[in-house]
């Protein structure tokens, strides 16, 4: 039997599928899109910002409600009237690290480990955000703009440090003089106006300029040169003419959006925002998957506002931000329960007889039920902005949280949702976490589910691309035109997550189906589509499409330029260069990967299989080696050496691999399949026999399993034993005419 191998292309996983298609389905149009959709990107001069002193000579009431807010406080030079934290000659030590925060000739010091290990004195340039913690930030001679890990905890005055439990070396991303806390890259875009990063690719530098150093009006409200111009030469005749950005002309929808640029996870599309088009022109959100969020869609990682308020009925029945807080201060418009009941009638739901709490205890407020959260950042209490009703029958099926037994915390779930049940009754309506929690948790029924969700439109447009987002993990089961049936959705998220889809599937017979959205409305659908052409030739695009696709791919390459100082930026590239057929090429993008991440060994396994296919096993060995030398507990790792062992038939070495694969991954029942084949390749049947039992044990009936328990049965003469394996087979699957075939040639041996 042929060794089966998994290379676990993590980033790169290609396949390819046949199809026949026809070629005139829906999904292939002809050229009809305005060609207005693709507007500037042009840079707005840094002169075209006026200021706030200006705004504040005809906009005094809104100045001084931003004054001292949130976003005047974004970013400001370091000065003893800006920095609280205490900078007198104070020591503060943290896993082993001791950072000493001085003044020296009127200016900040701190001296703490850095970059090379050692200890420096580093100057601070600027202070960052004001409560419930400030940041210090540090300029090294490369323009990297650092932000200290140890911060000033402004509520209780004191230093902490932003991740008490989590040792960091000074070589790793997450090193404050690194990748993880660079001001660049993670926090200018949002917290200054009109931010443009000015990565060097080279020498992995920046020269990072902006207009105004903290979140101005303008920031907002767009640059205002033409607005001051028009109201002075025309004065009390001035009649305002769409030259501000975020006005209360504004539907709620676009504001929200508008709001979104800077309260939202995710990845950047263009080099600059100039306040044209829409925030999808722009950026595009990070969808719910794990890792960022629970699989009912509640917030996890830091993910910040956007992505769990477009999931709520309150954003959907014309909600926005400005309802709840000022849109100047920043601050809620209201305390406790009057915020809720702007809408919501008192004496329908802040009683009692809703809450069944005592009234003016933490839980009669509607926040703590509907509205929980998280800290961040060590002190930073952020609450979950999708407004859900507690769903403690979800946290007995995919271990999610919900508000009673983060309340209780004596209680469990059983307890949580018997009682709810007992005081709600059944819930009434499906909730889109009904169904997309199977398809991120894995059921075997999970892409009906997905199927169910992505195709009806009274969900949440985040929740529907989710759901075709989630497809990915049942690519191998399902068939294309399924998930893909969602690339002309009405919602541009669904668009760009359904070719996300295609582009993973990468079925060369449907590539084409892309070919519209390269004139798509909005950029990021664009960006995406191109991607997923990638492995087709540019002489194989039509000739309608030629001039979008030119175009495109000029907006492309400025995304892949714009997160080249990330390293999923440096990866895509390489998946680019990959799937055109350039390994080398992709192989030295993964290794500029690592430049900036050493320790990234997700990126480390994708190479390592990479320098195998180009025929360089010794690097390929070598990179697993460090793997397993950084992460000693990583079972993935002994799995895929393994694999790569057997295949240059190194037998013996990768069962010693995969037994420690098994140790890490013992529920992994593909684990027990792979080391019975190496077992059968060193001719010990019986060994093979032994790890085959095992796994069936944890999967009695598993496929894989099955046949090569039978498979060993039949080579060691045991015909019997192979028959009555083949028999269950066959009763667990009796429409596979192999094993049909298998049992019949086993049958005929004992004639």
Not at 58 to 73: F, P, V
Not at 112 to 138: M, S
Not at 530 to 555: C, G, H, R, W
Request: a negative charge; one cysteine or more.
């Amino acid at each position: 039997m042929k060794l089966l191998i998994n290379y676990f292309f993590i980033f790169i996983f290609i396949i390819s599928i046949s199809s026949c298609k026809d070629k005139d389905s829906k999904y292939v149009a002809t050229s009809q899109v305005d060609k207005s959709v693709f507007n500037s990107t042009a840079l707005v001069p840094d002169s075209h910002f006026v200021g706030d002193q200006k705004c504040k000579s005809c906009h005094n009431s809104e100045y001084q409600l931003w004054k001292g807010s949130h976003h005047d406080k974004a970013m400001q030079i370091a000065t003893d009237s800006n920095i609280l934290g205490d900078f007198d000659n104070t020591t503060f030590k943290s896993q082993g690290i001791s950072s000493r925060f001085f003044k020296k000739d009127n200016d900040f010091y701190v001296n703490t480990e850095g970059r090379d290990g050692e200890y420096n004195d580093y100057k601070i340039e600027y202070t960052f955000g004001i409560k419930p913690l400030q940041q210090y930030i540090v300029k090294f001679p490369d323009g990297h703009y650092q932000c200290l890990r140890t911060a000033w905890d402004t509520e209780k005055n004191k230093w902490f440090d932003l991740y008490p439990d989590f040792k960091v070396v000074h070589s790793e991303w997450l090193h404050w003089s690194r990748g993880g806390l660079n001001w660049n890259t993670m926090c200018a875009d949002c917290h200054s106006t009109n931010v443009r990063k000015n990565y060097n690719f080279d020498s992995h530098s920046y020269n990072t300029e902006y207009a105004l150093i903290n979140v101005s009006c303008e920031a907002c409200h767009g640059p205002g040169k033409t607005h001051v111009e028009q109201a002075n030469k025309l004065g009390k005749a001035y009649k305002f003419n769409g030259e501000l950005k975020m006005t209360n002309s504004l539907d709620s929808k676009k504001l929200v959006d508008e709001c979104a640029r800077c309260h939202m996870r995710r990845e950047q599309i263009t080099a600059n925002y100039n306040y044209e088009g829409t925030m999808l022109d722009h950026y595009f959100p990070q969808l719910i998957a794990e890792g960022l969020y629970h699989p009912d869609g509640q917030i996890l990682d830091e993910v910040y506002v956007y992505g769990s308020f477009v999931q709520s009925k309150m954003y959907h029945n014309g909600v926005s931000c400005v309802n709840c807080h000022n849109e100047h201060s920043l601050k809620l418009k209201f305390q406790g329960n009057q915020l809720c009941t702007q809408c919501h009638m008192p004496e329908s739901y802040s009683t009692p007889s809703h809450h069944f709490h005592k009234n003016n205890s933490e839980g009669s407020e509607c926040i703590n039920c509907h509205m929980t959260g998280k800290f961040y950042m060590g002190n930073d209490f952020r609450r979950d902005h999708s407004f859900r009703i507690p769903r403690p029958d979800l946290s007995l099926k995919y271990g999610t949280p919900n508000a009673c037994t983060e309340c209780h915390k004596d209680k469990d779930n059983q307890w949580a949702w018997d009682n709810f049940q007992k005081l709600y009754g059944e819930l009434e309506n499906k909730h889109f976490s009904d169904l997309l929690a199977p398809g991120i948790t894995g059921d075997p029924n999970g892409l009906q589910s997905l199927l169910e969700l992505a195709n009806d439109t009274i969900y949440p447009e985040i929740a529907r691309a989710s759901a075709v987002k989630t497809m990915r993990n049942y690519i191998s089961t399902a068939s294309i035109d399924d998930m893909i049936r969602f690339l002309d959705d009405d919602s541009p998220l669904v668009r760009a997550a359904s070719l996300d889809l295609l582009s993973e599937i990468n079925a060369q017979d449907y590539l084409s189906y892309a070919l519209p959205f390269l004139e798509d409305e909005k950029r990021s659908v664009r960006v995406k589509a191109f991607f997923t052409l990638a492995s087709l030739d540019e002489m194989q695009i039509p000739e309608a499409y030629k001039a979008a696709y030119n175009k495109v791919k000029k907006e492309f390459n400025t995304s892949l330029e714009e997160t080249a100082d990330f390293v999923g930026g440096r990866v895509k590239k390489a998946d680019y260069a990959l799937r055109k057929g350039n390994l080398k090429e992709a192989i030295k993008g993964y290794e500029s990967a690592l430049e900036i991440d050493n320790i990234n060994n997700m990126v480390r396994t994708n190479l390592a299989n990479l320098y195998y296919r180009d025929g360089d096993f010794d690097k390929a060995e070598a990179s697993f080696k460090t793997i397993i030398q950084q992460e000693p507990e990583f079972g993935q790792t002994y799995y895929s050496y393994a694999l790569l062992l057997a295949e240059v038939t190194r037998y013996k070495e990768a069962v010693v691999q995969m037994k420690k694969a098994i140790n890490y991954m013992p529920e992994n029942t593909r684990l027990y399949y792979n080391i019975s084949l190496m077992y059968d390749k060193l001719n010990d049947l019986k060994s093979a026999e032994k790890y085959v039992q095992n796994g069936l044990k944890k999967a009695p009936a598993d496929e894989s399993l099955l046949y090569m328990l039978a498979y060993i049965y039949s080579k060691d003469n045991k015909i019997d034993k192979a028959i009555q394996v083949a028999e269950q087979l066959i009763g667990y699957y009796p429409d596979n005419n192999n094993y049909i075939n298998f049992l019949r040639q086993l049958k005929s041996r004992v004639q």
